[in-house]
């Protein structure tokens, strides 16, 4: 029983040097399924001028296309409830944009959101850490405690940021990245403290396999882990990710990880971890030429790839993310989140 939302907008083995954290031993156990009441339904909002929205029955096999929420860029989705989903972007004018369903994806409407403090960017990214805690994060960091219907400004340091990425590690902690930055919050979104990235290097994504341990990922190869919930960073060291752009990581299970990105040539790459993120390695992609953009996951084996430059792209897996075929979908324009209500979390909620 699987729901999903998309968002319309060689083999090399890598290592992690000694400089890594020892891991928290994790079990499938801390991890809990949000499932949804309508059978492998699933849901896509294209990130284009009239944001269509795609929709499935059978885990991403077979797509159809709906009326789309026109005149906004969507740049994530996320499903809080079995039928509440809340997608986030920007206007024409790149203010910042939300848009909240209750019925699993067949109506849309608005939602009010605080002024972005720099224009031109809107809303990237949006997590819940339980059905109501929610946190939107772009040129602002907003929160929710009512399941997205509203939303407050948060406190944090006033000078110039902006974040691609918001993940929870419990109902209350949870951590941002964008650029260099990295913030953390421990009240559900309220306040955010700055705490130090070892790399200064952009950061595009972060995703928790539990309370303790954390990786985020970013340009230039970039992979860092934490071990004490984001408090603190350390750089795994990789060979030659160098040229890789991550834009998106997700785990499938407490150990099990896939991340995707493309190179200066649009060349895209596929990398996995079976052990929690302390080692990578690059799986085959027969789809290198396809520019990809986001992964999720709904469970252990089934997950989704989005993307598209000036096309559509859909990949699917059925065995964690080993290997991945191509969707045909009625779409060509590039999608650029997916969301599952059945995803993993590392912790119960």
């Not at 340009?219 to 040229?243: H, K, P, R």
Request: aromatic share 12%; hydrophobic share 35%.
């Amino acid at each position: 029983m699987k729901t999903y939302i998309v968002v319309f907008l060689a083999s090399l083995t890598i290592y992690a040097t000694s400089c890594r954290k020892e891991i928290e031993p994790v079990t499938e156990s801390v991890y809990d399924y949000n499932i949804s009441e309508i059978p492998n339904l699933g849901i896509v909002l294209e990130a284009g001028g009239a944001a269509h929205f795609l929709k499935t029955e059978d885990q991403g096999v077979n797509w159809t296309q709906s009326t789309g929420y026109p005149d906004n860029l969507f740049a994530s989705v996320v499903l809080n409830t079995p039928n509440t989903a809340v997608a986030v972007g920007n206007d024409a004018s790149n203010n910042a944009v939300a848009i909240i369903s209750d019925d699993d994806g067949k109506t849309w409407q608005p939602i009010s959101v605080p002024t972005s403090k720099i224009t031109g960017t809107g809303l990237t990214s949006v997590a819940f850490g339980s059905s109501l805690s929610g946190i939107a994060v772009g040129s602002e960091l907003v929160y929710s405690g009512d399941g997205g219907h509203s939303w407050k400004k948060s406190s944090y340091p006033n000078y110039y940021r902006v974040f691609t990425s918001v993940a929870f590690s419990s109902p209350t902690n949870a951590v941002a990245v964008g650029y260099s930055n990295i913030f953390k919050t421990v009240d559900a979104g309220a306040n955010w403290t700055e705490v130090n990235n070892p790399t200064k290097s952009y950061l595009s994504s972060v995703a928790f396999t539990s309370t303790k341990n954390g990786i985020a990922v970013g340009y230039n190869g970039t992979i860092l882990q934490t071990a004490d919930g984001g408090t603190t960073w350390t750089s795994i060291i990789t060979n030659d990710f160098s040229d890789i752009n991550f834009l998106s990581l997700a785990f499938s299970s407490a150990t099990q990880g896939i991340a995707v990105g493309n190179d200066q040539y649009q060349t895209s790459y596929i990398v996995q971890t079976t052990d929690a993120g302390v080692s990578w390695h690059i799986v085959d992609n027969p789809y290198s030429n396809f520019f990809l953009a986001n992964v999720n996951f709904s469970n252990a084996a089934d997950g989704i790839i989005v993307g598209g430059y000036n096309n559509s792209t859909i990949l699917k897996t059925s065995n964690g993310g080993t290997t991945w075929q191509y969707i045909n979908h009625p779409d060509n324009k590039p999608l650029t989140s997916v969301a599952f209500s059945t995803h993993f979390t590392p912790y119960n909620y």
